[in-house]
């Protein structure tokens, strides 16, 4: 759904206030597709040290609320120095009262996101990027800020709590199989993982291609230290609603991809996708909420699949 996007003239203003910016001046901002995440901009830019960048102004309200632009930030600079390729954070602001919320200011990265790009993308190198992120030293020290759960079976239900609470929100108890989905999925958080940083939405949307290769990876706003099995489980469930035939979980062809391209050895995925489709059901709900009509899969479709996915816990 289009925005009311931010006055060319008062981000000319905040950035001229910048050292370095003093002769900057925006002459075009264009809001860039997306989800239900932050509100993204691509801005060009005359007489800057950039031609271009991207401004993230956090979104009020949506799906996903309460959001933190700044927290994401945060993300995106603690990356920086590892081996996952991110936007630059150019600058950031914290007071509404400049645009109406916080909001960043990041590197243009000029490439496709996996979906659009065609030949410049690889499946192999997608499913390496995301063990990448996996692999990330999170314990070193800078992603503390994100909090640490006391074990994986606590993050799994600290991340059941945060749907629980939007499934009350755009539901209320209309819906008794995404209530009793929460109810057996509860009963059945798996015990065997350990903690990883999580991206917390491995869209291929979010990963841009440039010659095979993974340029960057970007909207970080739900990444959080989890079993890292949840990241997988969110790829296997969109591609059954994409039409993939619902199969074992553990021999989806991400989680056999993923694998091959040096993630760990990945086991008992049933659990996360049946936790993907609940959570994918309840983003039904705040969709139509939110947009006045359906996302891109159907009520029905969603429905039939959570039911195959609950049968195996």
């Not at 000029?110 to 992120?133: I, K, L, N, Q, W």
């Not at 800020?145 to 209320?172: C, Y």
């Not at 008794?176 to 109810?183: F, H, K, M, T, V």
């Not at 009963?187 to 440039?210: E, M, S, T």
Request: with cysteine.
């Amino acid at each position: 759904m289009p925005e009311l996007l931010p006055d060319p003239a008062v981000v000319s203003h905040w950035l001229q206030a910048r050292r370095g910016h003093t002769t900057a001046t925006v002459t075009a901002i264009e809001q860039l597709e997306g989800g239900a995440s932050n509100i993204t901009c691509r801005i060009k830019i005359s007489g800057g040290p950039w031609p271009e960048a991207v401004l993230r102004l956090q979104r009020l309200h949506g799906i996903f609320e309460p959001y933190d632009v700044l927290r994401e930030g945060r993300v995106l600079e603690a990356l920086a120095g590892t081996a996952v390729p991110v936007p630059r954070v150019l600058g950031r602001e914290a007071e509404p009262s400049v645009l109406g919320a916080p909001f960043l200011l990041l590197e243009y990265i000029d490439a496709p996101h996996m979906g659009v790009a065609g030949r410049e993308a690889s499946y192999e190198a997608f499913a390496a990027m995301v063990a990448t992120v996996h692999q990330v030293n999170w314990a070193a020290g800078a992603f503390a800020f994100l909090g640490v759960p006391h074990s994986p079976t606590a993050a799994l239900h600290a991340e059941l709590d945060v749907v629980q609470a939007r499934l009350r929100k755009f539901v209320g108890d209309t819906e008794p199989l995404l209530i009793a989905s929460e109810q057996r999925l509860r009963a059945a958080v798996p015990k065997d993982g350990h903690l990883a940083l999580c991206q917390g939405d491995i869209n291929v949307f979010n990963y841009l291609f440039r010659a095979g290769r993974v340029a960057a990876v970007v909207d970080w706003e739900q990444a959080r230290i989890s079993d890292l099995r949840s990241d997988i489980g969110q790829l296997i469930a969109l591609s059954n609603l994409k039409g993939a035939p619902f199969a074992p979980a553990d021999a989806a062809p991400f989680a056999r991809a993923y694998m091959a391209a040096g993630g760990e050895a990945l086991a008992n995925l049933a659990w996360f996708r049946a936790r993907w489709l609940w959570e994918l059901g309840v983003i039904y709900h705040g969709w139509v909420t939110f947009n006045g009509s359906s996302p891109w899969y159907s009520w029905e479709h969603l429905v039939e699949l959570l039911q195959l996915a609950l049968v195996e816990l």
